[in-house]
């Protein structure tokens, strides 16, 4: 069942499934919503174990509110925070795209908060970590221009038909929250998820990420034939095999 949480001018559609600890803590990518295959491959564990599963739609996608082009990494980092106020015991965090350098950043912000023991892992899927900057980076010289010019661009789309709209003010924002250039602390076991042959996030990409977390236990799994969205019945078994190796250790 859907429930609101209210947060400034928006709501935040979230679904929680009753269970016993460590919960499952879904976030998604960018122009996800929390009724996507991984998305219910990961509720689905949950029912199956037993696990509480927290998911929801960042302001902007899906049932919650708010409107799109007015989102950032910091209005989302906030939701992240806001609806994990809701969790109780210990979290594996568990992130897609974009959704894996937002468990990044919510990690961080509950490390500083003193509330790093309640998670007991992180599993990234294609990891985006800095990704305002891959996009930059991505993005053709004309668009760029257009981006300066304009204050937006609408680029096309493999997962809709609808062009991708990205906003200066989104490119901005991302600055303030970059985690490349220097260790990332997470204080908990990592595993990520990558597909060899994701275009999106390269696995390079994903690689510089390993190369960051210096401090704690990393296992990276790269899936040979994998592409960015790992949604294939192979790869969602992958996904449940890993929660469930992080559950045993």
Same mark, same amino acid.
């Given at each position: 069942m859907?429930e609101?949480?209210?947060?400034?001018?928006?709501q935040i559609?979230?679904?929680?499934?009753?269970?016993?600890?460590?919960?499952?803590?879904?976030?998604?990518g960018?122009?996800?919503?929390?009724t996507g295959?991984?998305a *219910?491959?990961?509720?689905?564990f949950?029912e199956?174990h037993g696990l509480?599963?927290t998911?929801?739609d960042y302001s902007?996608?899906?049932?919650? @509110?708010?409107?799109?082009?007015?989102?950032?990494?910091?209005?989302?980092?906030?939701e992240?925070l806001?609806?994990?106020?809701?969790?109780?015991?210990?979290?594996?965090l568990?992130?897609?795209?974009m959704?894996?350098?937002?468990?990044?950043?919510?990690t961080?912000?509950?490390r500083?908060? @003193?509330?790093?023991?309640?998670?007991? @892992?992180l599993?990234?899927i294609?990891?985006?970590?800095?990704?305002?900057?891959?996009?930059?980076?991505?993005?053709p010289k004309? $668009?760029?221009?257009?981006l300066?010019?304009?204050?937006?661009?609408?680029?096309?789309?493999? $997962?809709?038909?609808?062009?991708?709209?990205?906003?200066?003010s989104l490119?901005?924002d991302g600055?303030?929250?970059?985690?490349?250039?220097?260790a990332?602390e997470? @204080?908990?076991?990592?595993?990520?998820?990558q597909?060899a042959?994701?275009?999106?996030?390269?696995k390079?990409?994903a690689?510089?990420?390993?190369?960051?977390?210096?401090?704690d236990a990393?296992?990276?799994?790269?899936i040979p034939?994998?592409?960015h969205r790992?949604?294939?019945?192979g790869d969602?078994e *992958?996904l449940q095999?890993?929660?469930e190796?992080?559950?045993?250790?």
């Amino acid at each position: 069942m859907v429930e609101f949480l209210t947060l400034a001018d928006r709501q935040i559609a979230v679904e929680r499934r009753a269970g016993r600890s460590p919960g499952l803590f879904w976030l998604g990518g960018f122009k996800s919503d929390m009724t996507g295959s991984k998305a *219910l491959a990961v509720d689905a564990f949950g029912e199956s174990h037993g696990l509480a599963v927290t998911r929801f739609d960042y302001s902007g996608h899906g049932r919650s @509110g708010g409107d799109f082009d007015a989102g950032s990494i910091t209005r989302w980092l906030e939701e992240s925070l806001a609806v994990f106020g809701l969790t109780v015991g210990p979290q594996i965090l568990i992130g897609s795209s974009m959704g894996g350098w937002l468990a990044l950043l919510l990690t961080r912000e509950l490390r500083r908060r @003193g509330q790093g023991a309640s998670l007991l @892992g992180l599993v990234l899927i294609a990891p985006a970590t800095d990704m305002t900057e891959l996009m930059l980076e991505q993005m053709p010289k004309k $668009y760029r221009k257009l981006l300066d010019s304009q204050g937006y661009v609408e680029e096309p789309s493999e $997962y809709s038909p609808e062009p991708y709209r990205i906003n200066k003010s989104l490119i901005d924002d991302g600055r303030q929250h970059l985690l490349f250039g220097r260790a990332i602390e997470i @204080g908990c076991p990592v595993t990520i998820l990558q597909g060899a042959r994701d275009r999106d996030v390269p696995k390079e990409h994903a690689l510089r990420l390993v190369q960051h977390l210096v401090n704690d236990a990393v296992t990276f799994t790269l899936i040979p034939d994998g592409d960015h969205r790992l949604s294939r019945p192979g790869d969602i078994e *992958l996904l449940q095999r890993t929660i469930e190796g992080m559950l045993g250790a």
